[in-house]
């Protein structure tokens, strides 16, 4: 049997990964800007966590978590999301003393759906969390960060696309409209929604049936039904996105597929992507720190994926060429000047630079190969005479031009010699 990855899985190769670890800095550095801290939790969690805080009723407790039952006989689950994980570290770790709290995490979720472009059955989110803000402020925050992180890679026809589901005093009165509405239709519903309409009939706006699309397309929409508080929270948030110079739409259909949303809830298009225009989403959930348990507390994020990410940038021809992978690399005639090669290479490290040294005794040639094809902009080549009288020879890729130098001063020359990024 030929093993393979497991499907809706990907290797990311040497080739690749130089595109994941630019992306993953661009988060890193975005993140940290704002005043955000990392936080990383268990790749499995209890299935309670996912029950509880996204809800039963979600395609993904429904449907799509990795579940198991350990040697001990506990019912856990593959991560299939970071926001109720990261709550629930919030709360077991008492990270409440000082508020708000801001969080990012560049993390791994499994779930088991038909794979396609982009949208792996383990993929990799960056995510940003912030409790304790329950005013609209925070929200723009959360959403000028995600469009700071965009926008430096040149996603510069960014659309946000803002909507507000209410809260528990307005949510009520749409849902009793709603369900109206879906009971007019019942038999044009899938099977899911038909159950779903009871239960947590919000669920049945996020169908992707073309018939429970067509149902919803004439629903009534939660923008109608809002409180004066839900009203100014939504406008609060307008206000500001208004004062940063971030372009912004409402739209009505956009609900996000789980339920501890509350309030705002936006999507970041990139239109010329078409019908797959979503590359970024989020909201308010500040009901979900009360579901797992804890004392009532306001929270707001978002999610993005990075598999879509790279394939968008990619499709835009916006990822810059990868960089040398190497500064410097040592080239030794002859086996028995390994160890000394060795040496060499050990104390241009030392010295921060990047050195690759030849381990397999080929010829000079092959070796000046090797160095052009991993970008190494200076050889050192280590002959016997030259290590006779303490020197070493080296070339420069770029001009072709070469000079002898002492040994002990190749750290300091070529440290200052060959630029960096």
Request: aromatic content about 6%; some cysteine; overall charge negative.
């Amino acid at each position: 049997m030929e093993l393979q990855r497991p499907r809706g899985t990907q290797d990311i190769l040497p080739g690749e990964s130089p595109k994941w670890q630019l992306v993953e800095a661009a988060a890193h550095r975005v993140a940290q800007s704002f005043g955000y801290a990392e936080i990383r939790t268990p790749t499995f969690e209890h299935v309670e966590v996912f029950r509880h805080g996204v809800g039963d009723a979600t395609d993904i407790v429904e449907k799509e978590m990795y579940e198991f039952t350990d040697h001990g006989g506990r019912s856990l689950v593959l991560r299939p999301e970071s926001t109720a994980a990261v709550a629930r570290a919030l709360l077991q770790s008492h990270l409440f003393a000082e508020l708000p709290q801001r969080l990012y995490y560049m993390q791994s979720h499994f779930r088991y759906e038909r794979p396609q472009a982009g949208r792996l059955r383990q993929h990799t989110q960056f995510g940003i969390e912030v409790y304790g803000a329950g005013g609209p402020l925070a929200d723009a925050e959360v959403i000028s960060l995600a469009h700071s992180f965009l926008g430096q890679f040149g996603l510069h026809n960014l659309s946000v696309r803002l909507n507000s589901i209410g809260d528990a005093e307005c949510r009520p009165a749409y849902r009793g409209a709603l369900v109206e509405h879906l009971e007019a239709h019942r038999e044009e519903l899938c099977a899911d929604c038909q159950r779903r309409m009871t239960k947590n009939p919000l669920r049945v706006l996020d169908c992707k049936n073309s018939g429970c699309q067509r149902v919803v397309s004439g629903a009534p929409r939660p923008l109608s039904y809002l409180c004066a508080d839900c009203k100014a929270h939504l406008e609060g948030v307008e206000a500001a996105l208004l004062a940063l110079g971030i372009p912004f739409a409402r739209d009505g259909s956009i609900v996000r597929g789980l339920d501890y949303y509350t309030r705002t809830v936006f999507e970041i298009q990139y239109e010329k992507l078409g019908a797959q225009a979503t590359v970024c989403g989020g909201g308010r959930y500040d009901g979900l720190i009360e579901a797992l348990g804890g004392a009532p507390l306001p929270g707001v994020g978002f999610g993005l994926g990075l598999e879509r990410l790279l394939l968008t940038l990619e499709e835009e021809g916006l990822l810059p060429p990868p960089a040398p992978s190497i500064d410097v690399f040592v080239a030794a005639i002859g086996e028995e000047l390994g160890p000394e090669a060795m040496r060499i290479a050990r104390q241009l490290r030392e010295a921060g630079l990047r050195v690759e040294q030849e381990v397999l005794g080929r010829s000079l040639k092959a070796q000046l190969r090797r160095a052009q094809k991993v970008g190494a902009a200076r050889v050192v080549i280590l002959g016997p005479q030259e290590l006779q009288r303490g020197v070493a020879v080296v070339r420069d890729m770029n001009s072709s031009q070469q000079e002898e130098a002492p040994i002990e001063d190749l750290a300091a020359r070529l440290g200052a010699a060959v630029p960096r990024d």
